[in-house]
């Protein structure tokens, strides 16, 4: 057997199930293929900084691969439409009898994988697809009833016995022996792709490589992960793993984070150490919401999933909005969090609860306007993940907030970010500013005010709160 192996959000060569298997099963060597679809890319609004964050794992994922005698062959065609027959071709050039791949669960991604998997068994080259962005595939854990899970800590509790029960599950599988001959020969990645043009990848910040994302979580553990439960929402210490860029694009693979804090925690999962288990919480919770989005597909299509929060009439004011994405807010550490999104690529998680409640919740402003900016922005843009946390926050998605918990933008400023030197880094202009005055400027004597170049509040927070619990109300 040759097999094709399709690279997707999977890229890496340690614990990745396709790749393990293929080159298990092969007799004829392994070619690997990436597709590159800018304007399938560009429509599910693809942030520049994570094209470019592929880009360099390609690079480094094809040396990986060529050391083990497999070539990585880059397919480049504008949208999903034309990857079968392109494929097929690959597979034909290379006398290749076996497709294999790990599963993707967004609307169009499904539609992709069916569509190839027609093509290639009906010339008779086999299928072979694999769980791999979950523990657990969607459907397998499910209700008493049969039913997926809507609300998280059942998820959890029924999530963690099936692992308890089957600890092989988060057993890893080791990267693939270097094979007898290399059946092509590696195509080289582009520098940059059509579309995604960026002045500044962050390369200082997010180093390429699955050798930087296994450091990046070992540090981690070592010795971040004990203390994660109270550092993780305080944005000016480095208290988060900030391993999700490298699982929004498979570098790393969640079981690996998942058997690393096990293996931390004593071998236990949802008991012992609180810091180890608060991570393995968020880990699920990235789980649950890819769960979520198999099951009910209409959030990969700008829908709520409370389909009555469809009602609310959100505003229409393009001014708060540009200052929202802007930093311009006239609340600091609502402007940091922005200011350090666009200029990173990335935003701390209490940060990113945050400015969403502000958005949807104070400006009143339609959550999908929100989700669509990060997307745009940031290097770890997931759909899941990143649809599942803004409609939590815009109390419009499963197991979200209630409606009328709204964080208070000025108390959260003071209760995570005391001194404000978070807020001093990414808002200047705020830094010979008290510790007390830094979260709300606009109390502050008029003259000294005057002397800053920042701008007043553009909602009264009070206000706003009022308006947006009335507006969930009507619903009822």
Known sequence: MRPLVWMRTDLRTHDNPALHHACKASSRGVVAVFTICPKQWLSHDMAPIKAAF????????SETLAKKNIALKIIETPTFATVPKLLKKLANEHECDALYF???????EQERD?????????AGISIHAFTDQCVFAPGEVLTGKGDPYTVFTPFKKSWCAA?????????????PRKLAEMVSTPDDIPASIKGFSIADPREDLWHAGEKHAISRLNAFIENRLRSYKDARDVPAINGTSTISPYLASGVVSLRTCVHAAVQA????????????????????????????LFHFPRVCKHRAFKVETERLRWNDNNEHFAAWCEGRTGFPIVDAAMRQLVQTGWMHNRLRMIVAMF????????WRLGERFFMRHLIDGDLAPNNGGWQWSASTGTDAAPYFRIFNTVTQSKKFDPDGSFIRKFVPELKDVDNDAIHDPSTLPELARANLDYPQPIVDLKQTRERAIEAFRELK
């Open 163 to 175: 692992v308890d029960e089957d600890r092989d599950r988060i057993e890893l599988l080791s990267a």
């Open 265 to 292: 925690n004593n071998g236990k999962l949802d008991t012992g150490n609180i810091g180890a288990t608060t991570w393995i919480s968020e880990l699920v919770w990235r789980e649950f919401y890819k769960h979520i």
């Open 359 to 366: 958005l949807s919740k104070n400006l009143f402003l339609d």
């Open 102 to 108: 790990n599963r993707e669960y967004e609307v169009n």
């Open 114 to 122: 069916e569509e190839v998997t027609k093509v290639f068994e009906s």
């Open 54 to 61: 592929i880009l360099r794992n390609l690079k480094d994922l």
